[in-house]
């Protein structure tokens, strides 16, 4: 059985963050000494790794959440997870795209700069610019 910062040790997950997915019931509630003490067995280990893995490849806890149940019916179809996937993947190209867009003007802002005086700094030209600025929904990560 493991304490709680055994489990946050093995799995790199802050102890706080492991109390927020017991709270949002991603994680289950874990057994207890009789003082009190959360105690954790491999099968929270692993669900915990899940939901890590999870998280590193970008996917939100409502997916996770998703995953997992479909996970502790191992009877349903593939499909459903497949679909899952498949979102993540076209979010992330979604965000690849805006990424690359991003460097392409960046790379044009700094290229274009003359290294003169900031009054004809390009970048800072292109930076005032404010009809070429991105929209909210378009900022990177979103």
Not at 37 to 50: C, K
Not at 128 to 139: F, I, K, N, P, V
């Amino acid at each position: 059985m493991l304490t709680i910062g055994s489990l946050a040790k093995k799995t790199g997950t802050k102890v706080q963050t492991i109390r927020y997915y017991e709270q949002i019931e991603l994680m289950p509630e874990p057994g207890r000494t009789e003082g009190g003490q959360r105690r954790y067995g491999d099968a929270e280990l692993d669900r915990l790794s899940f939901i890590r893995h999870s998280r590193q490849l970008g996917f939100s806890l409502d997916a996770i959440r998703e995953l997992l149940d479909l996970g502790d019916h191992p009877n349903r179809p593939c499909h459903e997870a497949d679909a899952i996937a498949r979102r993540q993947l076209k979010q992330v190209e979604r965000r690849i795209a805006r990424l690359e867009a991003l460097r392409t003007e960046l790379n044009r802002m700094v290229h274009e700069c003359s290294g003169g005086r900031t009054a004809d700094c390009r970048v800072l030209e292109v930076l005032r610019d404010h009809s070429a600025c991105l929209t909210d929904h378009d900022e990177i990560g979103a």
